[in-house]
């Protein structure tokens, strides 16, 4: 079925969101704590009450499927939020958390998540639509999972990432958008050739830079049986 998605507002990827709280985190957490690449936080069905405010790396939230590939649900950056699905007390994390740098991360429980709330309504409103911007996110990739075609899968998560003015270079590898859109690596690479023959994309480096997003509708109708 086709299902191209018009500008849903949406991001896989996270960050500044805290900005202005980072303070208060510093006032109710220890001090940072180093994190290198490739380490886990979180750990699907392992995991619990801890969550973790990134001051400075990258972090990317995954699932497995059935046959062990990874599925990046989404990628933070500085001054986020990590695990906030270990919020309620006891409850496992369904994500795992994994540092694509090093990373400096304070821990923090959800009854100091709790605390800080109650000193500060603004921030507790922030949190508020942290968590909206999150679910929204979460909704949109359910909803484009579902679609058979993986070119237009593909279309949907750039549509939704990235824009025609400032923000058209794509920094991901295709093994990265693979994860992404949940197919292989060879699929993502069809794809892309199909758009750089098609003039919609210039390849450049790890990733490739969107030079027609104004297209990218009119070859999902072309090429939705991919």
Same mark, same amino acid.
């Given at each position: 079925?086709?299902?191209f998605?018009h500008d849903?507002?949406v991001s ?7 900005y ?26 392992l995991?619990? %009450? ?8 990258t972090?990317k939230?995954?699932?497995? %499927?059935?046959?062990?590939?990874e ?10 939020i ?5 919020f309620?007390?006891d ?7 994994e540092?694509?740098s ?7 429980? %959800?009854t ?5 709330m109650?000193?500060?309504p ?11 911007k ?5 909704c ?14 593909l279309?949907?998560f ?6 025609d003015? %400032? ?7 295709q ?6 859109v949940n ?11 199909i758009m750089k023959?098609?003039?919609?994309i210039?390849i450049e480096?790890?990733?490739?830079r ?15 049986h991919?």
């Amino acid at each position: 079925m086709y299902r191209f998605q018009h500008d849903p507002k949406v991001s896989y990827f996270f960050s500044g969101e805290f900005y202005a709280y980072r303070s208060l985190f510093e006032e109710f957490c220890p001090p940072p704590m180093k994190m290198e690449k490739g380490m886990r936080i979180c750990r699907h069905g392992l995991t619990k %009450n801890w969550m973790y405010y990134l001051c400075k790396g990258t972090l990317k939230v995954y699932v497995e %499927n059935l046959t062990g590939n990874e599925r990046i649900v989404a990628l933070l950056g500085e001054d986020t939020i990590a695990g906030i699905d270990c919020f309620l007390p006891d409850t496992a994390s369904l994500m795992t958390i994994e540092c694509t740098s090093d990373c400096w991360l304070m821990p923090f429980l %959800n009854t100091t998540l709790e605390a800080m709330m109650r000193k500060s309504p603004e921030f507790s409103v922030e949190l508020a639509r942290y968590y909206c911007k999150v679910m929204r996110q979460l909704c949109f990739d359910a909803t484009n999972q579902s679609i058979g075609s993986v070119f237009i899968r593909l279309a949907n998560f750039l549509q939704a990432n990235w824009d025609d003015k %400032n923000n058209c270079r794509v920094l991901l590898s295709q093994q990265d958008l693979a994860a992404a859109v949940n197919c292989s690596r060879t699929s993502v690479a069809r794809a892309c050739k199909i758009m750089k023959e098609e003039g919609v994309i210039s390849i450049e480096g790890i990733g490739f830079r969107i030079l027609d997003f104004s297209n990218l509708e009119t070859l999902c109708r072309k090429y939705s049986h991919l």
